[in-house]
């Protein structure tokens, strides 16, 4: 089914007072690196996935409680649509062009979690000393990089140790151990990767906020990967979204003065 054809849930505020949006208008909002739209993509499907998602981004903004620009990472961040995916993949985001792509049909509702995967890559630089270009910082973190210092880095390290760690600090937490379970089941290294937990874990903390839109976030209560465990649960996931909660409001705070 095409995406102009299907229906996402969402009731968040009214961010266009029913205006039509457009990816051009979108880039211009945020100040996007740039915005790719494959060639085959429809216009009926462009101007379907614009509206969503300029709803999503706004809805975004308004759960991390920050402004544009941490949106698009200072402009830094590329988008693609349609174009630059990889077969079998609904979206990635891919570190040597500072860009995330979603494919045409399958890319809704993985929005939060390839913009976490940027934000971790952009962030890291800031967050850490002498670590290579391509590396998160959530895997410099339990590397043991040595860190910048600075309250906020101190937040985000916090959400680190909450989402791999268990509350005493020095084994595997619960999430982490199933994750390394389902990798050891089908012979890879992904799950347990420290990004893609901490990528799974900020889906959660979207999914749970106050705005719900299926287009940004969806799954991490009802899906198989929920159900095996490859989201925070109870206990775990409070404090993962009490632990985010309070880092993206000091960092919201700190880039909203700046405006």
């Excluded at 211009?28 to 740039?34: A, G, L, P």
């Excluded at 619960?174 to 990528?199: I, N, T, W």
Aim: proline letters at 5%.
């Amino acid at each position: 089914m095409s995406i102009e054809a299907r229906g996402f849930y969402r009731n968040g505020p009214a961010h266009r007072q029913q205006q039509a949006s457009s990816f051009a208008l979108i880039r211009r909002q945020f100040d996007f690196r740039s915005i790719e739209i494959g060639h085959w993509v429809t216009n009926a499907e462009r101007d379907r996935a614009a509206e969503l998602f300029h709803d999503a981004l706004c809805d975004l903004m308004l759960i991390l409680q920050g402004p544009e620009a941490l949106i698009s990472l200072r402009g830094s961040l590329a988008l693609q649509y349609g174009s630059g995916g990889r077969p079998g993949v609904a979206a990635h985001y891919i570190p040597s062009q500072r860009s995330f792509a979603l494919a045409k049909n399958a890319g809704p509702g993985s929005i939060a979690h390839e913009w976490f995967h940027a934000f971790d890559h952009y962030v890291a630089k800031k967050c850490f000393r002498n670590i290579h270009h391509d590396i998160f910082a959530s895997a410099a973190w339990l590397a043991n990089s040595p860190p910048i210092p600075h309250p906020l880095n101190q937040l985000l390290m916090h959400c680190f140790k909450t989402i791999l760690l268990r509350p005493q600090g020095d084994q595997p937490s619960e999430l982490f151990q199933h994750s390394v379970q389902m990798d050891r089941k089908l012979g890879q290294l992904y799950y347990s990767k420290p990004e893609e937990l901490c990528a799974r874990a900020f889906e959660a903390f979207v999914q749970d906020a106050s705005i719900t839109n299926h287009f940004l976030v969806k799954g991490t209560k009802a899906s198989p990967e929920a159900e095996m465990g490859l989201y925070p649960q109870g206990e775990q996931r409070k404090q993962i979204n009490i632990a985010f909660g309070r880092y993206f409001e000091g960092l919201g705070k700190a880039l909203n003065r700046e405006t």
